[in-house]
């Protein structure tokens, strides 16, 4: 039976981060809608679809006890600012032929993660992953010094991820719940934009081909899917396997950006992916280590 559990984790996993490395392709299928206009179907449809979803799987009980809690429902709040955030800055990135740095952003984050473990969460750093972080902010530094620019979107897609990750762990709710409550907190936003902006090309649904409307409605199970099952792989298996498999994503979005959408990867890029990737060698291996002794022990 554990062993049954643990094979279906490992499998939601992967589903789960295939599924965010390929999402740009969905996102390209909409490159004449605005970002902003994107987002805002992204909010309605997962509000939608997490409805549906909760009326035949349960959990509306813990929905309501949730309300209950007004210091979570203060940090929910800012959360789902932290991830419109996000969502907003992934989608332009991905419609404006910055592939590359939102796949960079998303290499950065584990490494920020561990950072943002220490600073906040009292977690002592190894040996392994001092230098692994150090390298990270070094790739950053390079760039900046020989080529006077900053990653400015990869280190934002990668700031706004780790603060929500951050939030999201202190406030211990689960992902369904957490992500109903959070695009309900935003439905209103989305839905007086909406109205705001029917006048615009593609915001009115009732004026819209059958088949960019699809594609709007879509992105509420784009969004809600890979989440779920990323909360699904992480009851099943540990937190320091899944951290194998986080590296899936960015790796499948890097592909894309370089083989089908032919962005340039010139020597900037390329010194700074060099610095990120090395620091992620070193930051899996020292995982693998403490996994091997954590077993012999």
Same mark, same amino acid.
């Given at each position: 039976?554990?062993?049954?559990?643990?094979?279906?984790?490992?499998?939601?996993?992967i589903?789960?981060y295939?599924l965010w490395?390929?999402?740009?392709?969905y996102?390209?299928?909409l490159?004449?809608?605005?970002?902003a206009?994107?987002?805002?179907?992204?909010?309605i449809?997962?509000f939608?679809?997490?409805i549906?979803l909760? &009326?035949?799987i349960?959990?509306? $009980? *813990?929905?309501r006890q !949730?309300?209950r809690?007004?210091?979570? +429902?203060? @940090?929910?709040t %800012?959360?789902?600012?932290l991830?419109a955030g996000?969502?907003?800055?992934?989608?332009?990135?991905?419609?404006n032929?910055?592939?590359?740095?939102?796949?960079?952003?998303?290499?950065?984050?584990p490494?920020l993660?561990v950072l943002?473990g220490m600073?906040?969460?009292?977690e002592?750093?190894?040996?392994?992953?001092?230098?692994?972080?150090?390298?990270?902010?070094?790739?950053?530094?390079v760039?900046?010094?020989?080529?006077?620019?900053?990653?400015?979107?990869s280190?934002?897609?990668?700031?706004?991820?780790?603060?929500y990750?951050?939030?999201? &762990?202190?406030?211990?709710?689960? $992902? *369904?719940?957490?992500? !109903?409550v959070e695009?309900?907190?935003? +439905?209103? @936003?989305a839905? %007086?934009?909406?109205f705001?902006t029917l006048d615009?090309?593609?915001?009115?649904m009732?004026?819209?081909?059958?088949?960019?409307?699809?594609?709007?409605?879509?992105?509420?199970?784009?969004?809600s899917?890979?989440?779920?099952c990323?909360?699904?792989?992480?009851t099943?298996?540990?937190?320091s396997?899944?951290?194998?498999f986080q590296y899936?994503?960015?790796?499948?979005m890097?592909?894309?950006a370089?083989?089908l959408?032919?962005?340039p990867?010139d020597?900037?890029?390329?010194?700074?992916?060099?610095?990120i990737?090395?620091?992620?060698?070193i930051?899996?291996?020292d995982m693998?280590l *403490?996994?091997r002794?954590?077993?012999?022990g």
């Open positions: 039976m554990v062993d049954t559990e643990y094979r279906k984790g490992v499998a939601l996993a589903c789960a295939c490395g390929f999402a740009p392709l996102f390209k299928l490159h004449q809608v605005s970002a206009e994107i987002l805002v179907h992204r909010v449809w997962s939608v679809f997490m549906i909760m &009326k035949f349960g959990g509306f $009980a *813990k929905l !949730l309300f809690q007004p210091k979570q +429902l203060g @940090v929910l %800012i959360t789902s600012v991830i996000n969502w907003l800055l992934f989608i332009w990135a991905v419609n032929d910055h592939m590359l740095d939102a796949s960079l952003g998303y290499f950065i984050n490494l993660n943002l600073i906040f969460l009292g002592r750093l190894r040996k392994l992953q001092w230098f692994a972080v150090s390298l990270a902010c070094a790739g950053v530094f760039q900046l010094i020989s080529f006077g620019s900053i990653p400015l979107v280190l934002a897609l990668a700031s706004s991820f780790g603060f990750g951050l939030l999201r &762990k202190k406030v211990n709710v689960d $992902a *369904k719940t957490g992500l !109903l695009t309900a907190l935003l +439905l209103p @936003v839905i %007086i934009y909406l705001v615009s090309a593609t915001a009115n009732f004026t819209n081909e059958i088949n960019m409307n699809l594609l709007l409605i879509a992105a509420g199970v784009v969004t899917v890979p989440l779920l990323f909360a699904g792989a992480a099943r298996i540990p937190l396997m899944l951290g194998f899936i994503g960015p790796s499948i890097f592909i894309l370089v083989s959408y032919k962005e990867f020597l900037e890029k390329g010194i700074t992916f060099a610095f990737w090395s620091a992620l060698v930051f899996t291996l693998a *403490k996994r002794r954590k077993q012999q």
